[in-house]
């Protein structure tokens, strides 16, 4: 296809789904746990942690050298550990994703540890507009792609999903100890005052 579908927006992967406070520590376990059964080690990886205030969605994502740039961002494809885990213990639905802009994009749904949907489309099969140049057109049959349907879904736009990596996040060192506390309180002071449910119960 001639135009990219993310625009200018670099490739990326990671698991989304709607807040929950949860213990950090708690969290970091369940990361490194995760990176094993995906064949990882956590020894030199991070747990990368973007909360969007206004819908309340929270997107985790490695912090490592496995992770960045197009291959990293295909690594999504196939790897979903964290995912399942995650979909297992909060009682929510994890959706992993990865986003390759000049080939593919992937949603998959996680709920209580097992596949329950997912979509992968090729850009080449995409359907297009039958004006190439019309880009209002392009962008509603975008919105029809895995990306667009998880975005619909989390109650955002395609286009806020794909600039996810663009905001601030906080970082858990995988490697370190990390004493239990509050999700949130790891959030620099503008995602600190987002609190979606104040009665969530933390896992264990």
Sequence with gaps: ?????????????????????????WLQTQARLALEEDGQSHEDAGLLITVLGGPGIVRFAWDAPFSY???????????????????EHLGTTVHSYAFDPDEVEQVIAWANGRRVGGELLRYEDAELPEDEEDDAAFEKLQQKWPLG????????????????????????????????????QLFPERARAFRLNPHAVSAN
């Design 1 to 25: 296809m001639k135009r990219s579908p993310g625009g200018n927006v670099e490739s990326h992967g990671g698991y989304l789904c709607q807040y929950t406070d949860v213990d950090a520590a």
């Design 69 to 87: 740039g197009r291959q990293g961002a295909r690594w999504y494809l196939t790897h979903h550990s964290l995912a399942k885990r995650l979909s």
């Design 149 to 184: 349907y998880v975005a619909r879904v989390l109650g955002i736009n395609r286009s806020e999903l794909l600039r996810i990596p663009r905001k601030s996040s906080a970082l858990i060192q995988l490697s370190e100890t990390l004493q239990p506390q509050p999700l949130w």
